[in-house]
């Protein structure tokens, strides 16, 4: 193995807070589709197959769990096509926690379903 490559997916501009400096938000409120995040993924293990490399998939935004469902999809079509093709993922989010629950922190493993790392998007909402 030879590393790894990022991948970000940014499964919407929408967000739960509208910080004034953010280009995210309702001026840009659209989701992304199940069709371009598979796109998105195949293209990314294609690429860590050509370069022999793990690929780190990050879930960005506006709020990524404000597409829960979509965040889900990707990590367990990745799950099963990583499996299919030996290539070793990982899953991380950036979320400004408004929409954390237990149900939704971080697993403790690469399995299907859920990300093993992520951070905080901290923000001061003043200016
Ligand atoms: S919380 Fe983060 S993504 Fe959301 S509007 Fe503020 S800076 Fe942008």
Redesign the pocket.
């Known amino acids: 193995m030879n590393g790894t490559l990022a991948l970000t997916l940014c499964l919407t501009h929408d967000?739960?807070?509208?910080?004034r400096?953010?280009?995210?938000?309702s001026k840009y409120a659209h989701a992304m589709t199940q069709e371009t995040a598979e796109l998105g993924m195949e293209t990314g293990l294609a690429e860590a197959i050509r370069t022999k490399r793990g690929l780190d998939i990050s879930f960005f935004?506006?709020?990524p769990l404000l597409e829960w469902e979509l965040l889900q999809h990707c990590c367990d079509y990745t799950a099963r096509r990583a499996a299919e093709l030996k290539v070793q993922v990982r899953y991380g989010i950036t979320t400004?926690g408004t929409l954390l629950t237990p149900e939704r922190l971080p697993h403790g493993s690469n399995s299907a379903g859920g990300y093993n790392w992520f951070s905080f998007?901290v923000?001061n909402l003043s200016y």
Do not use: H, M, Q, S
């Not at 967000?15 to 910080?19: A, E, F, G």
């Open positions: 967000c739960t807070l509208r910080c400096y953010c280009y995210a938000g935004g506006g709020e400004n998007c923000t």
